[in-house]
């Protein structure tokens, strides 16, 4: 398929899909004419880099799950490469998990206090000018 078919099919654009190539994730054989044409395994790992960077994972983490594939496993995450990957994120979204709770418990006590002090007195803005 032409890059333009791959790209309607991914959901993506063919700009997309030259910045993939240029840092070797898709592979794309040229034509007599010089055009890129790609494969259905192509296609697949568009969709798994897509897929990942949903999920949180920069463009060069993907690579470990891309070799995967090219290596012929199923989904790319069964490799040990892929593995170690997955639990590195997760421990970064525990992380911010933590991070955020911390914040929520903080956030939460500041309104209890706010709410236990009385109000200050109303005050009058009078014009300046």
Excluded at 2 to 9: M, S, V
Excluded at 25 to 31: G, I, K
Excluded at 73 to 95: F, M, Q
Aim: some cysteine; charged content about 30%; aromatic content about 6%.
């Amino acid at each position: 398929m032409l890059i333009g078919e791959l790209a309607d099919r991914a959901g993506t654009s063919a700009r997309t899909l030259r910045y993939y190539e240029q840092h070797g994730l898709l592979r794309a054989e040229r034509s007599g004419n010089g055009y890129r044409v790609y494969d259905e395994q192509e296609l697949h790992i568009v969709r798994k880099i897509r897929a990942l960077l949903e999920l949180g994972f920069g463009l060069e983490d993907t690579r470990p799950f891309v070799t995967c594939l090219r290596a012929g496993h199923r989904n790319g995450d069964e490799c040990p490469e892929s593995v170690e990957s997955l639990r590195r994120k997760l421990a970064e979204v525990d992380e911010a998990m933590d991070n955020l709770a911390a914040v929520r418990r903080n956030l939460s006590d500041r309104l209890v206090d706010a709410m236990a002090e009385p109000a200050p007195p109303q005050c009058e803005f009078t014009q300046l000018f």
